[in-house]
Structures are given as C-alpha cells and as structure tokens.
C-alpha cells in the first residue's frame, strides 16, 4: 500500500532539476526532541499579535475573551474574529489559506464596541456573507448587543439601531451571551440574548425574530417568565445544537443559579425549561463554569461535558439517550485525576473520528501557574488522560481560556486549534495563541537563499514516513482521498529521498538552493505525502516562502 501510494504521488508531478543533482546534496537530519501535536509556530503570520489593553505581572495583557473562525471575505478557508474588550475594537486576521494570517483590524473593524463576553458570526441578512452579533457588557451603557454586517470582502459596519437593537426597541439592560441560529426554522438566522446577571429581568433568556432580511424584533413570548432562574453565565455564554433530534436548534448554558440552564425548542422557537425535567439528576450541589456538547459515544446525538466553578476537580459527563434527556456518566469514563477548566473543548484533537476534551486550567494563587489537560476518546465516551505531552505541552502557561476553537487553518484536513486568553492572573501570557495541529505539516523558520541550504521541517506520525516535494508555482488539485495536492506539476521536484517519523514526530531536510539569478525574488512552495503506519496517506499543508533571497 505505502510502495503504491508513494509512485502515485511521483507519478502525479514532474521534476524541476534532473534527480541525480537532487540526490548528490542535502542530508536528512534528526530532531533531538519530542514534538507535541498541537503546537505554536514562533514565525511571522503565525503569532497573534498583542494588542496590549494593560499590565499584568508587568507584561502586556492582550485579555480578549472570545474568538471564532469563519469565512468572512468568502475566498473559501477560515478567518479569525476576536471579540473587543477593555477599550479595543473587535479584530479581525484574514487567512491566506495556507495557514498564514493578517491582521485587517484597522480598515475593517468598527470601534464603537467596548466589552464582548460573547460573538457570533452568521449571516443576519441573507446575503451569503457572515456578519458579527455580539453581547455587550458593557456596566451602565446600556447597549444589550452590536449587529456589524459584512460588505461580502470583510469590512463590517455597525447596523445596530438600524436592525432593532437600539435601546428603544429593545429596552432590556447589559446582556453578556448571544446566540444566532434559525430558531423558528423559518430560513433566517435569530438572535437569543441573556446573561445579565442582575436579577432584574423577567425571563433568562430573550428571543429576536428576524424578518429574513436582518431586522430583529423582540418576541417575549420565546422564553419562561422565569426571573432569571436559569440566567445564563457571563461567560462562555450558550451554546447551540439540536439535542431531542427533532430537528431544531435548542439551547444550553452554564449557570450559576444551579449547575446548567438547558432549554428545549418546540420548533418555533418558543423555549422550555429542560432542566426538571431531561438533567439525571437535576443539578443540586454545583454551578457550572463552561460547558460544551459533541457526539462523544458515536451513538449520533449531541453528549455534554460540564466544568464545575470554584473547584478543581474532574468535569461531569451527561450523555444524550437520544431524546435530549441527558444523563450524568462521569464515572469509570472522565479519569479521577484530570481537573475541569473554565471551559471544556471538544474536538477531534488525534484525527481519529471521535471529540477529545481539551483543558486550559487556569492559575490559581498561590501557586499554579495554569497547565493544559488533553483527555482522549476511545470512542465511546471513555476518556484517558495524555500525561506523556502528545498532543498539547503541559508546561505552556495561560491565562482564563473561556473559548477552545478549533478550525482547519492550512487546509490539511486536520484541526488546529485558537485560544481567546483573558490574562487572569497570577500567570497571564500576555496573548492570544494559535496552535498549528502537525500530524502532518511543513515549514521553515528561515528564507531560501540562493547558495545556501534551505532547512525545511515534515512532520508525520511516529513509524509512518513521507515524501517532500517543492515547486515554483502552484495549482489547487483534489485528489481524493489524500487531500489537497497544491503544488504546480510543471514545476516540481520530489525529493529522492524517503523521511521516515520516529516517535519525535519530524524528519529535518537541508536542501541545497541553486545560486542562478533567474530564482531571485521567485516563490517557493513546498508540500509534503504522509504515509501513516496503517498506511492510509495524506497531503501535508502547502508551505509559501514569498521569494528566494
């Protein structure tokens, strides 16, 4: 299978230089160390960069509290979107496809929004670009949420009043959760907002309808007058699925009036109080800070996993039956020694079908400095926790991550993964963090220059092997089932020589660049084949050096 593979990914490219010159120079070398799967990139366009609002144990404090990942410039991959805070205006880092990210905040972001403890991005007006809701909280002000709506490239502009959300049309106070789907399943995308924290309102939640052309009008029909019994968490906020399998959205939050607020949608959007009864048992002796849900069984239902506040123990499980009624299961399934953080992330960390939780633990004085916990699935909703450091470093510091958001980046067909960092003390790292996944990936920390050995890195699974390739130019190829193939044909070279992955997950290539004039200025690209020890194979990310010095 691996000898097949491998002649059909030569086959499929031609050489840029006649193998033998190739095959005279350059000599594989070993990393020294191990290599966790999900890691940062210390290179230009993959680093956030800090925007500082503060100080924090004398270094700069970036304390954005929330990200997502979406195509806002529709140019097909993911762009990332931060919330504002502390005076800043929301940010948004455009991707290149490749991985690569700029920062466009300036030109295209408003800023007239202050303190975001949660966003969304949909598309509000039905014109096939996703546009920015967020919940403000934002004390004495007043503004319950901001509608910014996208040009179709990126820019957005702020549309609040004008798509009802002004204090006159919905007088509600400061809101801290939004969320945005097709609650009545009319084609349009709703709005629900809470999370006041206050006392004070007459419902825990708070439903506006869309007329499907992104003006909202407030329904108090949608929710309980409940008095806040379940108010939502300032932060995360809700959270989205269809956990009855009836076919619509329903909604979750943490809660800090009794463990979780969960409510049931009747299809038109109209919400019950779930909580009495579909929570086994219904939560008496703990409030929740951060859930998240995922099929975590493969049994096809929506499962939940809950971090409890003002504790350091092991997050609670509650499997789905199927009819939204969720059963706590943390026994013999969540390992006893792992300890939940502020918010719980679910997703496919290991590429091997099922949602493993991720955990970034926050500091606690006196003395923890904040860890990461990565616990992985078998499957089956049995979690074992990693503690030899395969996926995520332990030892890397962290402020209070509410939000673990992962997207495929780099259009390798594995997750990597974004952090929003609140910088809670006593350890903030003063920014917000990108993690590259590199079960198969390649990259370089230093330009090609003529003359000289250019130092690429591959990355692979431990016994598997792979094969490089670099090109002048490049071309988008799908070839099923091994990915994306990004490299122009016409100009390509396969490296002669096959990379074996020990367990130190990366084989290190110098490859000689010609000193000819014609080169400089010119691109380079590089890709790799990564042949998994089962011998399933797939396209590693295309890397783009912008020219050869």
Not at 6 to 33: D, E, I, K, N, W
Not at 232 to 238: H, R, S, V
Not at 478 to 487: D, H, M
């Amino acid at each position: 299978m691996k000898s097949l593979t491998l002649c059909m990914f030569v086959s499929a490219v031609s050489a840029l230089v006649p193998p033998s010159a190739a095959q005279s120079s350059g000599t594989p070398v070993r990393a020294p160390l191990t290599h966790p799967v999900l890691r940062e990139l210390p290179l230009p366009g993959f680093l956030v960069p800090t925007v500082s609002i503060g100080w924090q144990n004398g270094r700069p404090c970036d304390g954005r509290l929330t990200v997502a990942l979406g195509d806002v410039d529709n140019d097909g991959d993911m762009d990332v979107v931060y919330g504002s805070i502390g005076g800043q205006r929301p940010r948004l880092l455009l991707s290149d496809g490749n991985g690569r990210l700029t920062e466009v905040t300036s030109t295209a972001m408003p800023n007239d929004i202050r303190s975001v403890y949660q966003f969304a991005l949909a598309d509000l007006d039905n014109d096939g670009d996703l546009d920015y809701v967020s919940a403000n909280y934002e004390g004495s002000n007043y503004d319950p949420a901001s509608i910014l709506i996208n040009d179709g490239t990126g820019r957005f502009t702020n549309e609040t009043a004008q798509r009802g959300l002004a204090w006159s049309t919905f007088p509600m106070t400061v809101q801290a959760c939004v969320a945005a789907a097709d609650f009545d399943r009319d084609g349009d995308i709703d709005l629900v907002l809470g999370g006041s924290a206050h006392s004070s309102h007459p419902a825990s939640g708070f439903l506006l309808r869309n007329n499907g052309q992104g003006f909202f009008t407030y329904d108090a029909t949608g929710f309980p007058q409940d008095r806040e019994l379940r108010d939502p968490g300032l932060i995360p906020g809700f959270v989205t699925g269809d956990m009855d399998g009836d076919g619509d959205m329903d909604l979750l939050a943490s809660s800090y009036r009794g463990g979780i607020a969960y409510w049931l949608n009747d299809g038109s959007a109209h919400f019950t109080d779930a909580v009495p009864t579909h929570l086994h048992p219904v939560p008496t002796n703990y409030v929740s800070m951060g859930m998240n849900i995922a099929d975590l069984d493969g049994d096809g239902d929506l499962d939940a996993v809950v971090g409890r506040a003002y504790m350091r123990a092991p997050a609670l499980l509650y499997l789905n039956d199927g009819t939204g009624h969720l059963y706590e299961s943390s026994t013999g399934r969540i390992p006893p020694q792992s300890e939940a953080a502020l918010n719980p992330g679910l997703f496919d960390i290991e590429g091997d079908g099922d949602a493993d939780i991720v955990y970034f633990r926050n500091p606690l004085a006196p003395g923890f400095a904040g860890d990461i916990q990565v616990l992985v699935n078998d499957g089956s909703a049995r979690f074992t926790l990693d503690t030899s450091d395969s996926y995520l470093a332990r030892e890397q510091r962290n402020g209070g991550v509410y939000y673990v958001v992962p997207g495929d980046m780099d259009g390798d067909g594995d997750l990597d993964m974004f952090i929003a960092d609140g910088c809670t003390v006593p350890a903030p790292t003063g920014r917000q963090r990108y993690f590259l996944n590199t079960t198969r990936h390649v990259w370089a920390e230093a330009r090609p220059t003529r003359g000289a050995t250019w130092r690429v890195n591959v990355s692979g699974l431990p016994g598997g092997v792979g094969v490089l390739a670099l090109a002048l130019s490049t071309s988008s190829t799908p070839l099923p089932p091994f990915g994306r193939f990004g490299l122009d044909p016409a100009t390509t070279l396969v490296w002669p020589s096959v990379l074996p992955f020990d367990r130190e997950r990366l084989a290190v290539v110098d490859i000689p660049i010609p000193d000819l004039p014609i080169l400089a200025g010119r691109p380079l690209y590089a890709q790799a084949l990564c042949v998994e020890p089962s011998g399933r194979a797939r396209f590693s990310n295309l890397w783009v050096e912008d020219s050869i010095r």
